[in-house]
């Protein structure tokens, strides 16, 4: 499976943006996708993730009310609609996929194939 993130830029606090992620590879409806963040001097952080139907999903507290985590299964691509950006959301975002599983994870070793990152910068 390989994944291309796109969508990243430049935005004004309380701006939005749209990422996505397109997966290749026939495994892609049944795998768990998430987004992940990595901001400068900071590990990586889990933000959202979303089970193969669709039908679950699961936010880091500092992002629920915010963005959405969609997926279309049909075009191999998962979304994460971003609204009300705040400076503390700057960073790198990945997409990674968890194959062949039913149950999101935060856990960032679960994931088996990681996107290159599209970077997303908020300012003040």
């Known amino acids: 499976v390989q994944l291309q993130a796109s969508g990243g830029g430049l935005v004004q606090a309380g701006g939005s943006l749209r990422l996505s992620c397109a997966a290749s590879?026939?495994?892609?409806?049944?795998?768990?996708m998430g987004w992940f963040r990595q901001a400068p001097g900071k590990e990586r952080e889990f933000v959202a993730a979303i089970s193969w139907s669709g039908g679950s999903t699961d936010y880091v507290d500092s992002v629920k009310g915010r963005f959405t985590i969609s997926r279309d299964n049909a075009k191999n691509t998962v979304y994460l609609q971003m609204n009300n950006l705040k400076p503390e959301d700057t960073a790198v975002y990945y997409c990674a996929a968890k194959q062949r599983s039913s149950t999101t994870t935060q856990a960032m070793s679960l994931y088996d194939y990681w996107g290159q990152g599209t970077q997303v910068t908020v300012s003040s």
């Open positions: 590879g026939r495994t892609f409806s049944s795998s768990v």
